[in-house]
């Protein structure tokens, strides 16, 4: 069967990543409030068909490997499950969940920036209360819902966004902000480091507060570019926020901004010559480059998204 293909992809899911089930299973047991996620996908009309096929909230829709599973990328209904989901475009559809966000300038691709200013701000006005973390991507985006929510809610994280020294307790007024993601340095300046948004970035309450409240209305407000992810970036840095570190303890990276196969089998170019290589941080080859406990990755479409969560899931017929 295709879904159980010996490639790359079969390779990177079976010997390396892994959904952390035992752990989700403890979280669960443990009875401690669990961190609740919101996921924002930014698309438009004419991809709304993807959008239904790898987004679509409850019931499986779809039958594939003879059995009908939902395949979902930000919300994994079979296992862990997203608190809130949205999708920011140019028409409303409510059966996928899409509403018409205006954005100032044309809808196209060179004007993404825009667009996802304008998302973010109405993800504040409409959400931030009821969500503790908010993770943006496109609709290729494959979320492994159950590993990320494990993540945000484990004692580097916790400890990281109390100001870096102490647990919280319960008791704290502020939180200090946190923008975590894959971080490249763009055309390898270390200045300017950014999450990428092929795989998606995640910000809690504070930093989002900051970036709609402070960030947006007094920096590089009327700019039109794709690269929303860089200047989403320019805008925290300017109100002291950075990309935090998200690599895993063995240097694997959690956000991944291509297929699990791709980083497989990337090496690295001689002489240094293409675009990820430059802006790759650190970077690691092989069955090394992704965490173990990986959370994100681009580039999932149609099928392939089906066969990555089958596989991780258990749900490949050999």
């Given at each position: 069967?295709e879904?159980?293909?010996?490639d790359?992809?079969?390779?990177?899911?079976?010997?390396?990543?892994?959904v952390d089930?035992e752990a989700?299973?403890?979280a669960?047991?443990?009875?401690?409030?669990?961190?609740?996620?919101?996921?924002?996908?930014?698309t438009?009309?004419?991809?709304?068909?993807?959008?239904?096929?790898?987004y679509r909230?409850?019931?499986?829709y779809e039958?594939?490997?003879?059995?009908?599973?939902?395949h979902v990328?930000?919300?994994?209904?079979?296992?862990?499950?997203l608190?809130?989901?949205?999708?920011?475009?140019?028409?409303?559809?409510?059966?996928?969940?899409?509403?018409d966000?205006?954005?100032?300038?044309?809808e196209?691709?060179?004007?993404i920036?825009?667009?996802?200013?304008s998302?973010?701000?109405?993800?504040?006005?409409n959400f931030?209360?009821?969500?503790?973390?908010f993770?943006?991507g496109?609709?290729?985006?494959?979320?492994i819902?159950?590993?990320?929510?494990l993540?945000l809610e484990?004692?580097?994280?916790?400890?990281?966004?109390?100001?870096g020294?102490?647990l919280p307790n319960?008791?704290?007024?502020?939180?200090?902000?946190?923008?975590?993601?894959?971080?490249f340095?763009n055309?390898?300046?270390?200045d300017?480091?950014?999450?990428s948004?092929?795989?998606?970035?995640?910000l809690?309450k504070?930093?989002?507060?900051t970036?709609v409240?402070?960030?947006?209305?007094?920096h590089?407000?009327?700019?039109?570019?794709?690269?929303?992810?860089?200047?989403?970036?320019r805008v925290l840095r300017?109100?002291?926020?950075y990309p935090?570190e998200?690599?895993?303890?063995?240097?694997g990276?959690?956000?991944?901004?291509?297929l699990?196969?791709?980083?497989l089998?990337?090496?690295m170019?001689?002489?240094?010559?293409d675009?990820y290589?430059?802006?790759?941080?650190?970077?690691?080859?092989?069955?090394?480059?992704?965490?173990a406990?990986?959370?994100?990755?681009?580039?999932?479409?149609?099928?392939?998204m089906?066969?990555m969560?089958?596989?991780?899931?258990?749900l490949?017929?050999m």
């Amino acid at each position: 069967h295709e879904c159980a293909k010996r490639d790359d992809n079969y390779k990177m899911l079976t010997e390396k990543v892994f959904v952390d089930f035992e752990a989700e299973r403890a979280a669960l047991r443990s009875g401690k409030k669990r961190a609740r996620i919101m996921c924002v996908v930014h698309t438009y009309e004419g991809d709304h068909k993807n959008v239904i096929t790898n987004y679509r909230l409850g019931g499986a829709y779809e039958r594939w490997l003879g059995a009908e599973v939902s395949h979902v990328s930000c919300v994994i209904r079979s296992h862990a499950v997203l608190d809130g989901f949205t999708v920011g475009s140019n028409k409303t559809d409510p059966s996928i969940g899409a509403v018409d966000i205006p954005h100032e300038g044309a809808e196209e691709y060179g004007n993404i920036f825009q667009k996802v200013r304008s998302i973010w701000s109405y993800v504040y006005d409409n959400f931030y209360e009821s969500y503790d973390w908010f993770h943006i991507g496109g609709s290729d985006l494959y979320l492994i819902v159950d590993n990320l929510r494990l993540y945000l809610e484990s004692e580097e994280i916790q400890t990281a966004q109390n100001g870096g020294t102490y647990l919280p307790n319960g008791d704290e007024t502020s939180q200090t902000p946190m923008f975590l993601g894959r971080r490249f340095a763009n055309m390898g300046d270390m200045d300017d480091i950014f999450n990428s948004g092929g795989s998606g970035y995640t910000l809690n309450k504070a930093a989002l507060k900051t970036l709609v409240v402070e960030g947006f209305p007094n920096h590089v407000q009327h700019t039109r570019t794709r690269a929303e992810d860089v200047m989403v970036a320019r805008v925290l840095r300017a109100e002291g926020i950075y990309p935090y570190e998200t690599k895993d303890e063995a240097g694997g990276e959690r956000y991944n901004p291509f297929l699990p196969g791709h980083h497989l089998a990337y090496s690295m170019p001689d002489p240094w010559n293409d675009w990820y290589a430059r802006y790759s941080i650190d970077i690691k080859f092989g069955l090394d480059h992704c965490a173990a406990r990986s959370v994100a990755f681009h580039y999932a479409k149609g099928d392939m998204m089906k066969r990555m969560h089958a596989i991780l899931y258990g749900l490949c017929k050999m």
